[in-house]
């Protein structure tokens, strides 16, 4: 009977995830979720992030028509006016960071093994003079290549132009990165600088 339950222990053990310590991560960085009318994508991205940062902070910004309050450890869910729309609701949810780095996130992401948020950090805490970091994704099936939220702009007698692709490239202790001007809304970025400038709560999306 002791043989047996120390097997079992020993099959749990491996079966159960690793204790993980608190890191530079959770200390530093807020992460800010903003989300519409999806609350399954909602909770599956917000499980996907505690199987890899468990004590990271959350603050979800909702202006769903009838939202369901969430009941998650460390997550605060802030009910906001429907449809407020993504730039306001970004705003609004900036103000609430006490921490010097923001993780900007729609709802429909997921973190998988390779997010790897230090990545992200490292280089703004070795790069002062930039703000905003974005991260890199993996696209389902289906869906528009990757390539097309990265580019350059270019404003030349008064007219604005996108092309695909980056300024130039570059490498800090071994992390090399890519400059661009445009970026998905996976990024981090400092709170104070951000502050700063804000969104344009008068511009929505999709109506």
Not at 54 to 77: A, C, Q, R, T
Not at 134 to 154: A, E, K, Q, W
Request: net charge positive.
């Amino acid at each position: 009977m002791r043989i047996e339950r120390r097997r079992r222990a020993r099959e749990n053990a491996a079966l159960s995830p690793p204790k993980r310590r608190r890191t530079i991560v959770d200390r530093d960085v807020t992460i800010l979720i903003k989300t519409l009318e999806r609350p399954k994508c909602l909770k599956g991205l917000i499980r996907s992030i505690r199987k890899y940062y468990p004590f990271v902070k959350i603050i979800v910004g909702d202006d769903s028509k009838n939202p369901k309050k969430l009941k998650m450890s460390n997550v605060e869910h802030v009910i906001f006016p429907y449809d407020i729309g993504h730039a306001e609701g970004r705003n609004r949810l900036l103000e609430l960071v006490k921490t010097k780095y923001f993780l900007n996130l729609d709802d429909d992401w997921l973190f998988t093994q390779y997010t790897k948020l230090e990545v992200l950090h490292f280089l703004l805490e070795k790069m002062p003079d930039v703000d905003i970091v974005g991260g890199d994704f993996f696209p389902i099936p289906n869906m528009v290549h990757r390539s097309i939220y990265y580019g350059v702009m270019d404003f030349t007698d008064g007219v604005l132009t996108f092309e695909h692709g980056e300024r130039d490239c570059g490498e800090v202790n071994g992390v090399k990165y890519h400059h661009h001007d445009i970026i998905p809304s996976f990024f981090m970025a400092r709170t104070g600088s951000i502050r700063d400038v804000m969104w344009d709560g008068e511009i929505k999306t999709g109506g």
